[in-house]
């Protein structure tokens, strides 16, 4: 996870040289939800053609991205948030959520760290906030992970003076076991303000975990708000595959979506073995056609 924390925590200074379902008829979910994409699918190419790779993720069908890696001096990929909320709504897409790497806060507590990150996301009309990582230095203990709770509080206080709100994404090491056979993530959704703090599930973790993503909406009502839908490649577990050709059976998954509170449903893939646009218009289409 290194590599994706580096990126994500880089890429705005690079760049300066969700699926949403329509309907849950089964679930009673809202209606009118649509179909989002995690923009770090697209971070070999957004770097050097964000207005190109807009246009190509709307062309595909979606109506939410998902940004990453923003800074005060880079801005999104070069641009102002002005600027790229203007590009958005150009091709009919909005962004309620931006992934956000905040260790240095959770370190040190310096509120100022996180006030920048907070504009930036406020400015092109985010609904949420979203830790993307923690690094492995900080949080290797239970302990730990109590400080990492403490803090995502305090900054959920900061992020709701913009009217945002503070979310989580997991990875796979937030359900390793610490002493006493406890969690991390445990540790975060009970010690956690519910009325701040969401969580944004992201599924094939959970279940390259060994976890089951609808026990955990039945234990937390409410919580998942957002949901990243990425599959599990059959031969190899460790890689991602194109939505409705892995091993993840999402039909039953979305059953719960009323359960797990779901708002957005967000894809993501960080891996090809074909075309990325291809691929991000075929997991579109698979959600589209087999799943609504």
């Not at 379902?21 to 770097?47: D, H, N, W």
């Not at 039945?218 to 990425?230: D, Q």
């Not at 031969?235 to 892995?246: K, M, Q, R, Y």
């Not at 359960?259 to 991000?280: M, R």
Request: glycine letters at 8%.
């Amino acid at each position: 996870m290194n590599s994706r924390r580096t990126f994500i925590k880089h890429a705005g200074l690079a760049a300066a040289g969700a699926v949403l379902l329509p309907s849950f008829a089964c679930s009673g979910a809202a209606a009118e939800q649509k179909v989002g994409l995690q923009l770090y699918t697209l971070r070999e190419q957004i770097p050097h053609d964000v207005k190109g790779v807009i246009e190509k993720i709307a062309q595909a069908g979606y109506k939410e991205v998902e940004t990453f890696g923003y800074s005060a001096n880079a801005g999104y990929w070069g641009q102002d948030p002005k600027s790229f909320k203007d590009l958005l709504k150009a091709n009919g897409l909005t962004s309620p959520s931006g992934h956000f790497v905040i260790d240095d806060f959770i370190t040190s507590g310096n509120k100022e760290l996180l006030k920048p990150l907070i504009e930036g996301a406020a400015a092109i009309n985010n609904q949420y906030f979203t830790v993307a990582h923690i690094a492995e230095p900080i949080r290797k203990t239970l302990d730990d992970y109590k400080k990492i709770t403490a803090r995502l509080n305090e900054a959920a206080e900061l992020v709701a003076q913009s009217g945002l709100k503070l979310a989580y994404h997991n990875h796979a090491f937030e359900f390793d076991k610490h002493e006493g056979g406890s969690t991390g993530y445990e540790i975060m959704l009970n010690g956690t303000d519910k009325n701040l703090i969401r969580f944004e599930m992201d599924l094939y973790w959970v279940v390259r975990s060994g976890n089951d993503p609808v026990a955990l909406f039945n234990k937390y009502p409410g919580r998942f708000v957002m949901w990243h839908v990425k599959d599990m490649d059959k031969a190899n577990h460790a890689i991602n595959t194109e939505v409705g050709t892995g091993t993840i059976d999402f039909k039953n998954i979305y059953k719960h979506a009323k359960q797990a509170g779901l708002e957005h449903l967000i894809v993501e893939q960080e891996n090809f073995s074909k075309d990325p646009y291809v691929s991000i218009k075929q997991s579109f289409d698979y959600v589209n056609q087999k799943l609504i």
